[in-house]
């Protein structure tokens, strides 16, 4: 009985959370499909005040260059990060602290997060307004993100595949660099995937750090960027145009989906 309750409590709450995210989807589309033609994803903002016409390719961009500069910036210290905890932190006590720093880290509000990108990268080091800064931003968010999931793949690693090479006399290093990462490239290229994702649809920390309204040209890594997420809230915050904010919105979550369908692919081929 109370194995058939449970079973049918989780069947409910699956189909309960797959029809919210479907009604969500479907009434984006709804409200958004009138303006989502070849004109609006090619064109760059028009009409005045911007955005009231036009297209939002400078903002479609301007969120994929941003996702790969924050993958790249945080893959590249999470995956350091992970490889020492996982295998050469030998001190419980730095372990611990490490770990609660982490933690610390992904229960920052975003928005404090954004301030804290103004205030050292802007105002103190003195690196413009910028894919960069916005870049650098983003990457502590999701840092804490990426760092965990990775040490989970490398903690579920076969430890007597490391054992046996430890016994061969190949030190741990090389075991590491050309036995456990070649084997887990994939879900560690899923995790930051999936973390670009999440960092595209940020506003807060873009706000100040990056952002703009317009932009007649796509950026160079030290220049100001449209988004596709800050472009959607200037157009509702503002009153400029729900339909284009509704079509904004369906192309970003199109984007994220695309995205995570493609690492449940890469994941779903592992092995």
């Known amino acids: 009985m109370k194995d058939m309750l449970l079973r049918c409590f989780s069947y409910a709450s699956g189909l309960i959370v797959g029809v919210v995210v479907l009604f969500i989807f479907l009434y984006i589309l709804f ?31 301007g969120s994929l260059y941003l996702g790969a500069v924050a993958a790249l910036i945080a893959g590249i210290f999470s995956l350091a990060t992970a490889i020492y905890l996982s295998f050469f932190c030998r001190n419980k006590a730095i372990y ?22 103004y205030s050292f990268l802007i105002m103190d080091a003195a690196i413009p307004k910028s894919l960069l800064s916005a870049g650098i931003t983003l990457a502590v968010m ?16 076969s430890r007597e595949i490391i054992a046996s090479s430890l016994a061969l006399g190949v030190s741990l290093t090389h075991t590491v660099m050309f036995i456990v990462l070649p084997v887990c490239r994939r ?18 920390p873009i706000m100040f750090t990056g952002a703009v309204l317009y932009t007649g040209k ?24 729900l339909e ?28």
């Open 31 to 61: 409200k958004g499909y009138s303006v989502i033609n070849g004109q609006f994803l090619l064109n760059y903002p028009q009409g005045m005040p911007l955005g009231m016409a036009g297209g939002i390719f400078p903002a479609i961009m």
């Open 96 to 117: 611990e602290i490490n770990r609660f720093v982490i933690q610390c880290i992904s229960g920052i509000p975003s928005i404090v997060l954004g301030l804290f990108g």
């Open 142 to 157: 999701i840092i804490p993100f990426i760092t965990l999931r990775i040490e989970k793949v490398f903690n579920e690693f």
């Open 187 to 204: 879900e560690i290229a899923t995790t930051i995937a999936l973390a670009s994702a999440y960092a595209m649809g940020a506003t807060a």
């Open 218 to 241: 796509l950026p160079s890594l030290l220049d100001p960027f449209m988004a596709l997420p800050y472009h959607l809230y200037i157009l509702v915050n503002e009153g400029y145009s």
């Open 244 to 271: 284009m904010a509704y079509g904004t919105a369906f192309v970003l979550l199109v984007l994220l989906i695309i995205i995570n369908l493609a690492c449940q692919c890469l994941d779903g081929r592992k092995g």
